[in-house]
Structure formats: C-alpha cells, structure tokens
C-alpha cells in the first residue's frame, strides 16, 4: 500500500492553463506538506495544514491554493500557469508536525510548463 | 532553523562504510538532528534522527559531536541503493506544531561498484 501517493506523475501544460495536482495519505497523519524542488534540485516548503487548517504559507504567490477536504487529502490547485512554475512538486505527511515526527514524502508530480 | 553546512559530494566504494559529516555550529539545546535522503527520481525519505546521543538504525548510525556542533551519518557498508542526495536537517522542538523541514544543498554521495 502506498503511504502518500500523488496524482498524476507527469503533468504538461501549456502558460496560462489552470491545473491541479492531488495527494492522498492513508498513513492517518494529522499534517499535511506541499514542497516544491526546482530545476537547481533546491526543495522549499509551500504550504502545511494540520487537521484541514492551513498552519504555514511560505509567501507562496496567490495563484497557488491549496485544498483540504479532509486530513488525508491536501489538493494543490495553480491558477495562471507560468514558465517558472515548471518543477517537481511533493506532498508528504507527518503525524503532527512534531520536531521528532519522520515526514513521509509522495513520489511527485513533474510539472512542465510550456 | 539554524544553519547546516554538508560537503557537496563524496564517493564511496562498494561495502565501504561512509561517514557523511555536517556542521551546525549554532545549534540550539532543543534543535534536533535529522538526516534525510533523496534517491534519485523519488521523493525524500527519513533515515534517522538523534538529539544528544548516537543512534543506530536498520538503515544507519548517527554520531553526534559532544558540543552538538557536528554530526556525522554513517553507513556501514555502502550499496549501489544507498547512491542519493543526503541532507542535515535541524528541527527545533519549540513547541506548536507543523515543524517545516527546511532542506540544504545536501551531499550527494556516489557509489562506486
């Protein structure tokens, strides 16, 4: 069974399109994570959410919202696609975000923007 | 998060042991340590982690320096699996939740058969 999975793998598109990238964890975890790792291999974190709420927005553009339906769920939905936004994107999961909680990653999605 | 420094690549042969060091000179007393690994095409996956003692796992060792101002990943006997980016990560247990792992330029380490 895959802990935190990831739909789709591969995402190509054209600039301007509207498109969304879903993660589902069955890990029953309460946090929640979307990283982002550019083309120099750097990963920065987006957003977290704990319990549906969103707890850390790392002053991610507003084209980018992310969606909680429930704890296992975190959707990510990017309005406006731009050329900068080609990257690997990551979901993962944590029990409760604690200094000794172990974060389990998706195996994510490559965004191309074209 | 206070800072890490890796080395930016290191090479191992086959079932060698590996000493992968990181310094964090300003390290607080409640930042842990954490190692982290990313294989190549896969997203990142926990390896171990340890606050002021060593630890041992399936997976490898972590020594950590008496001042905690370094650490170093060991693994016993590296595999052709274990080629990947390994990052030092420090986590500080501050309380609330959501702790963000704030990832570096990592080492990548290369296998050599």
């Known amino acids: 069974d895959t802990a935190v999975s990831q739909t789709p793998k591969y995402l190509v598109t054209q600039m301007g399109n509207d498109k969304s990238i879903k993660c589902e964890q069955n890990l029953g975890h309460d946090t929640m994570y979307w990283y982002k790792q550019d083309s120099k291999k750097f990963l920065k974190i987006m957003f977290s959410?704990?319990?549906?709420?969103?707890?850390i927005n790392e002053t991610v553009p507003n084209r980018f919202s992310p969606k909680s339906p429930d704890k296992a769920h975190l959707n990510l939905h990017i309005n406006s696609l731009e050329l900068g936004d080609s990257a690997v994107y990551f979901c993962?999961?944590?029990?409760?975000?604690?200094?000794?909680?172990?974060?389990?990653f998706g195996p994510g999605t490559r965004l191309t923007v074209l | 998060d206070a800072k890490t420094t890796q080395p930016n690549s290191m090479e191992s042969n086959e079932e060698e042991p590996v000493h992968l060091p990181c310094n964090h000179s300003t390290i607080s007393g409640t930042d842990y340590i954490h190692w982290y690994r990313q294989l190549p095409s896969q997203g990142p996956e926990y390896v171990i982690h340890g606050l002021t003692s060593n630890v041992n796992n399936r997976m490898a060792s972590l020594a950590i320096a008496e001042d905690r101002k370094s650490s170093t990943l060991i693994l016993h006997r590296a595999t052709l699996r274990d080629a990947a980016v390994y990052y030092c990560i420090l986590r500080r247990n501050s309380g609330g939740s959501n702790y963000k792992l704030t990832f570096g330029k990592g080492t990548l380490l290369t296998v050599n058969p």
């Open positions: 993962a999961s944590t029990p409760s975000g604690g200094a000794t909680d172990t974060q389990y």
């Open positions: 959410y704990n319990n549906k709420e969103l707890i």
